[in-house]
């Protein structure tokens, strides 16, 4: 998985309604030594969503780009991958592994410590070395907070809070300022979210 990718996504809610039809991301993994490190660029159209993450940076017909680092390490001699942390500071990330279930195939799991139910859980298919899809069920985990958050009203533990397709295609490192640029066209982005000097996420509009 080591090298640049280049997706289109969609995201649905919890009765697989379009949330966001269409978005964009760039994802570079990158190993030194066991250390392992994802670099994700997501490029969000405008949507409620864009402007929750933009905290009123954009306007209803502007994008947003939000820029995550996780951090992880591997942990045995079989591919698995442990997360230490993400930048800007996620919920429960230090919990997440990423383990090898057979050639090609992976899952990434974010459990939640205290009610045992996963909050996240990604499969990953890699049906060849250039192409890989990838499905992620945001299930309910709590009561409160992220493993709460989109619930429906009457919603039990291990129901359906969001779901997510992403279609991957590797690219060069030459390739990534063109699609850096056309997926910040594409989505109208005109504002970047990211992690501060403290780590917390800071938005600040594109000149």
């Known amino acids: 998985m080591a090298g640049w990718w280049r997706a289109e996504s969609t995201y649905m809610d919890n009765a697989l309604n379009y949330k966001i039809r269409s978005y964009n991301s ?3 993994v990158e190993f030194k030594g066991r250390d392992c490190i994802e670099t ?32 992880g390490e591997l942990i045995d001699d079989f ?3 442990k997360l230490k942390g993400s930048l800007p500071a996620g919920p429960a990330e230090d919990n997440t592994t990423i ?3 057979s ?26 070395p250039d192409k890989r899809y990838r499905s992620n ?10 493993g709460a958050a989109n619930a429906a009203p009457d919603a039990k533990l291990d129901d359906l ?15 990534v300022d063109k699609w850096h640029d056309e997926f910040r066209v594409r989505n109208k982005v005109a504002a970047i979210a990211e992690a501060g000097p403290d780590g917390k996420p800071v938005v600040h509009r594109l000149k």
């Open 99 to 101: 383990q090898v279930l």
């Open 79 to 81: 591919g698995t991958v």
């Open 26 to 28: 760039l994802i570079h």
């Open 137 to 146: 069920f945001g299930l309910v985990s709590d009561t409160v907070g992220a």
């Open 161 to 175: 809070r969001g779901f997510s397709l992403f279609r991957e295609d590797r690219i060069v490192a030459a390739e």
């Open 40 to 71: 994700e660029y997501e490029f969000y159209s405008p949507s409620k969503l864009a402007m929750g993450t933009a905290r009123g940076q954009i306007t209803a017909d502007e994008g947003v780009e939000t820029v995550t680092v996780f951090t």
């Open 103 to 128: 050639p090609g195939t992976g899952v990434r799991v974010t459990p939640n410590p205290k009610s045992g139910t996963d909050t996240y859980r990604m499969y990953i298919f890699a049906p060849t």
